[in-house]
């Protein structure tokens, strides 16, 4: 069973940054694909990016491709979501994700365990 607890998140003028991370715990964390996916009240959960087990592979959506950059720290089970250049579009509940499997883009229904979302809210 894996645990995720987020962090940041909030309020942020268009063109800035913002910060979420997503710490794991529980289980073998360390050996998951972790992925944020995002949710807009009304549409369905769509996958943001997305990082393998050892980290060095990758996934962005085309949406946030150039503005994004997820990564991991390992030794502290924890996942990182740099946001960059945001936009109004970006407003959303970004949630971290994680399952067992070498696929960088998985459906949102065969996600295995889900943090508990934050809110990212862009001001135009």
């Known amino acids: 069973q894996v645990q995720l607890v987020e962090s940041g998140g909030g309020l942020v003028q268009a063109g800035g940054s913002l910060g979420l991370s997503c710490a794991a715990s529980?289980?073998?964390?360390?050996?998951?694909?972790m992925a944020w996916f995002r949710q807009v009240s009304g549409k369905e959960r769509e996958s943001v990016c997305a990082?393998?087990?050892?980290?060095?592979?990758?996934y962005y959506s085309d949406s946030v491709y150039g503005r994004f950059t997820i990564s991991r720290d390992k030794a502290k089970d924890t996942v990182y979501l740099q946001m960059n250049s945001l936009k109004p579009e970006d407003t959303a509940v970004y949630y971290c994700?994680?399952?067992?499997?070498?696929?960088?883009?998985?459906?949102?229904?065969?996600?295995?365990?889900w943090g508990q979302g934050t809110q990212v809210t862009v001001s135009s």
């Open positions: 994700a994680a399952y067992i499997g070498d696929e960088l883009v998985r459906p949102a229904k065969l996600v295995g365990y």
């Open positions: 990082i393998d087990w050892s980290g060095v592979n990758t």
């Open positions: 529980g289980g073998t964390s360390a050996l998951y694909t």
